[in-house]
């Protein structure tokens, strides 16, 4: 590497898919460049030991207003602006007509 990353991210547990582990990531122009480690060269250092590193912002309280005032947001809408944000997660707090208070609702 001809010049150091932007930031480390050192000594996280990273969450997969498929799997768990702990390593470092390079952050370079505000993108993952590379996880592993160790990586020497480095602007910013954040020690991460202990923690879980997530993949994104999760919005734990939003009204995606579905279903019943689809006209305000719904789903498509709503989880399509997060994404953009660079919210990975919303868990939906229900303010609906009807309640959906059951699986299939």
Same mark, same amino acid.
């Given at each position: 590497?001809?010049?150091?990353?932007? @930031?480390?991210?050192?000594?996280?547990? &990273?969450?997969?898919?498929?799997?768990?582990?702990?390593? %470092? &990531?390079?952050? @370079?122009? +505000?993108?993952?460049?590379?996880? +592993? #480690?160790?990586?020497?060269?480095?602007?910013?250092?954040? %020690?991460?030991? #202990?923690?879980?590193?997530?993949? +994104?912002?999760?919005?734990?309280?939003?009204?995606?207003?579905?279903? #019943?005032? $689809?006209?305000?947001?719904?789903?498509?809408?709503?989880?399509?602006?997060?994404?953009? #944000?660079?919210?990975?997660?919303?868990?939906?707090?229900?303010?609906?007509?009807?309640?959906? $208070?059951?699986? %299939?609702?």
């Amino acid at each position: 590497m001809s010049r150091p990353y932007d @930031l480390v991210i050192e000594n996280g547990t &990273i969450h997969t898919p498929t799997s768990s582990y702990r390593a %470092d &990531i390079a952050v @370079l122009e +505000g993108r993952i460049a590379a996880i +592993g #480690g160790p990586f020497e060269a480095a602007a910013e250092r954040i %020690d991460a030991a #202990g923690r879980d590193v997530l993949p +994104g912002i999760w919005h734990v309280h939003c009204h995606f207003r579905e279903p #019943g005032h $689809t006209y305000k947001e719904d789903f498509q809408t709503g989880s399509a602006a997060a994404a953009v #944000g660079g919210v990975t997660m919303c868990i939906d707090m229900t303010n609906n007509t009807p309640h959906p $208070t059951t699986l %299939d609702d």
